[in-house]
């Protein structure tokens, strides 16, 4: 430590908000940036209704009972809940306390800081997968999402009985387990072409191709390939199999009269 350094200011200015806590909940210090998180002056964090008045009720007791175990165990905890600023806005909190033992008696010690865009994210997130596992399972064909690297993701029913596998047996692995052998190096073919045109749609319709079960037997399927994430998302590839047993076997019949 140089002889003009300062943690105490430079503690004081950064975003993080530090906070001690006793256990009753009552706030013992907390730094100047609570003005900037709430819009409340440090005396008004130290009232004791002040986590009632700000605080959701519905964020109560994940936030009360996580720090009751920290106060037993003596240990630390991070937990995130939903404050209320003196302007009304909510805003998403994450709270990292620690248990310290003080001539004054036990306490809470760490910082808040916001993190409500990381909040807004997780939730977009989490209705984009919703939608797309919705999408899964409501449509009729057999449905298999992947990376962009062709790693499955997911998959609906009829694919787990199309294929014969259940999810938990190909999550994790390469679309290319489920092609038969000598298919399997035009899957890096398929997908080029589609980065090229994802507009095409079926993209080896009219053309020879088969999937593989989990017992060895194949079957002829019209593949197709749609882009389900937007750009600024984790890319997804939605691969859609229809079998095309049945049609085959009319058409062999018909050339066949």
């Keep these: 430590m140089t002889p003009n350094s300062d943690p105490t200011g430079f503690l004081e200015t950064a975003p993080l908000v530090p906070i001690e806590i006793d256990p009753s909940g009552r706030v013992l210090y907390v730094g100047p940036q609570a ?11 130290s009232a004791a209704d002040f986590w009632t008045r700000v605080v959701p009720p519905d964020d109560h ?3 009360w009972e996580v720090r009751r175990n920290t106060f037993e165990a003596r240990g630390r905890h991070e937990v995130d809940y939903r ?3 003196a302007d009304g806005r909510v805003v998403w909190v994450a709270e990292i306390l620690h248990f310290a033992e003080t001539d004054d008696g036990p306490l809470l010690r760490g910082y808040l800081w916001d993190v409500t865009g990381r909040k807004r994210q997780e939730l977009a997130l989490w209705k984009h997968e919703e939608r797309l ?3 899964l399972r409501k449509a009729p064909d ?9 790693v499955v993701v997911n998959m609906n029913d009829q694919a787990e009985s199309l294929f014969q596998y259940s999810l938990s047996d190909i999550v994790g692995s390469s679309l290319e387990h489920l092609l038969p ?10 997908q080029s072409a589609f980065e090229r045109d994802p507009q095409r749609g079926s993209i080896v319709e009219g053309q020879p191709f088969s999937i593989q079960r989990s017992d060895g037997s194949e079957l002829p399927v019209e593949l197709s390939l749609s882009r389900v994430s937007g750009e600024d998302e984790e890319a997804r590839i939605l691969w859609s199999a ?9 058409e062999a019949k018909q050339r066949g009269s």
């Design 142 to 150: 057999a449905l298999i999402l992947t990376d962009a690297a062709g």
């Design 61 to 63: 007791s994940t936030m």
């Design 83 to 85: 404050m209320e600023r």
């Design 181 to 190: 052998e000598s298919l399997r190096p035009r899957l890096a073919q398929l």
């Design 133 to 135: 596992r919705g999408m």
């Design 242 to 250: 229809r079998d095309l047993t049945v049609r085959r076997r009319a």
């Design 35 to 45: 003005q900037d998180l709430l819009g409340l002056r440090a005396e008004d964090w």
